[in-house]
């Protein structure tokens, strides 16, 4: 029986507050004894890591396009199969982007949280709540107010309510927050402090239980994950997992497993070579620039790379793991570093987005969905065997690059909406 009640908690723009408000609400309910599901909307690897910290357990993305619809609905059934709560943080501004975190909200039948930004006003809070319902319009939860500088402003904002918009809780102004940096929110690993941090959130954040437990149940469709076929059964994929290569979605991992992967994970920071007897290798995104040093220091890792790429073994490298195997790196404060020297070329960090969307790469074994996000460009004389193509159907995608038994590019790859094509990387099949 489902009985698990979820929001999308949106607002009017990026720069809110969402992920904190998350962060927090996903803390108090799970301190409390819920048990408590996580989504992030739209492609995005990092607000996942830190509220997976925030709920304990594992965070996947919702994406209509990206992910499938079929895929989304799975995902939602399983967490309402055993979840009291739901809570999905929305993209951006509810209404932006196509699809929009509105449409999402719409399609499943998600009320909407609005988490609204409160630190320049305190009754028009209540007018944007009505425009973000009303515009779409959109099913409503109510309103947690952000920053708020005290008691006095807090109860202005819930004077104002009504019972049709209602105010579900306030989070007061933070003197430390979630710290930021180019590609978004800092990895976990870089913050020793973080638990500590979201219990503070948590204990900050002022909330309406009864309000939160009024709101119906989710009437989650109960279907089950897609299967996939075993193309991958009896290979063991080597699979680069620390803070220079940690931007992976758990369902790439899952899908490789239904498929009958084994995998097996190796950290390059630690200068780890592979794992013994791999059949093909994966290295994921992440901060490679951030690690540049410590990463051309190891002299095991890039061997037994480089050893694996002489043997023919299939190597799938994407956006950090593409710069790993470049000639050099140039990490943007005036230092060259030597990477494992596999793909002729060299990388340049910049200080502006070279590449940001959700694209297509329109593969031999079928259309493999997926996005690009990223500041460096890489200077090569490769010539792309394909581009993808962007959302909108527009060319001008990433580059994808053979090389012997390598392919690489900045395009981020999700695996389940085309598992054929995804064991396709790991199979050395064009």
Known sequence: MMNARAVLLSAVASGQGKTTVTAALARKLSRA??????????????????LGVACGASVDVLDLWMCTETQCRALLAAAAASHDYILIEGVMGLYDGLPSSADLARRFGVPVLAVLDVSAMAQTALALARGLRDHGPVPWAG??????????????????????????????RQSTSLPERHLGLHLPSDLPDLEA?????????????AILAALPPLAADDIAAPAVPPLLAGKRIAIARDAAFAFIYPANLRTLSAMGAELAFFSPLADQPLPEHCDAVWLPGGYPELHAAQLAAGRRWQTSLRDAVARGLPLWAEC???????????????TRHAMAGIL????????????L??????????????????????????????????????????????????????????????????????????
């Open 33 to 50: 004894g819920h048990r408590v599901a996580v989504f992030k909307t739209g492609p995005d690897f990092i607000d996942p890591m830190l």
């Open 320 to 334: 950090g793991g593409m710069m790993a195997l470049a000639q050099t790196l140039d990490d943007g404060h005036g």
């Open 143 to 172: 309103i947690i107010a952000n920053r708020v500088a005290s008691a006095g402003h807090a109860a202005m904002i819930s004077g104002a309510a009504s019972a049709d918009l209602a105010v579900l809780g306030h989070l007061p």
């Open 197 to 209: 941090r979201l219990d503070a959130l948590a204990d900050a954040l002022h909330l309406d239980d």
């Open 357 to 430: 969307g959700s694209q297509a790469w329109h593969h031999a074994a079928g259309e493999l969905r997926g996005h690009t996000f990223h500041y460096s460009q890489f200077d090569t004389d490769l010539v792309p065997q394909q581009h993808c193509q962007r959302k909108d159907g527009r060319d001008g995608g990433e580059a994808v690059y053979r090389h012997g038994s390598v392919q690489a590019s900045y395009f981020h790859a999700y695996f389940a909406s085309q598992p054929q094509a995804a064991a396709a990387l790991f199979l050395g099949t064009p």
């Open 344 to 355: 002729p070329g060299h990388i340049r960090m910049g200080s502006k987005l070279a590449g």
